[in-house]
């Protein structure tokens, strides 16, 4: 039910909900026409931008597209081991919809899942599974950039409870 609505209400007119791929990669990485699908200066495209370069490991611009709160409540070196550990695996991304005012924004948009049906396969040409979020994002110097701490925190956790536990 869910996925019925996460795709027929996607809105970043891309490929990731329908399965295309762009230069080989799997359905979940944000393609550059998902990013320009979405009105310039939004803030729905500068989430995609931000998931984009968290996606290919871009530690420089997951920075420079994340607020100078959320830098500092995650940590930056914290932030940066994170992006290189999991961002070739961060799951796909599709936009619903964005409410915003002129500082601040929430963009909703359905976390999807790609899990291949054999360990080791192909991931399917659809979401497997899909959830519900919501992604703060502030305006600061005219660019949006994001603000998510609830998002990111459980993932630095779990990045230092597997790193402590392969030092044992």
Known sequence: MVLVVVLGGCGSGGDSATGSSAAGFGPNVVTDAEIAGQPEGSPQRALLEWWQAFQFADVQGVTALTSKETRQAIG??????????????????????????????AVRAGLLTFTPSEPGGPPPATPTSASPATFPMISQGGQWLFAGTHYLEPMVEGLEQRQASQAR
């Open 76 to 105: 930056d070196a914290e932030l940066a081991k994170l992006v290189k550990a999991r961002g070739p695996g961060l799951q796909g991304i599709e936009i619903l919809s964005a409410t915003a005012t002129r500082s601040s924004a």
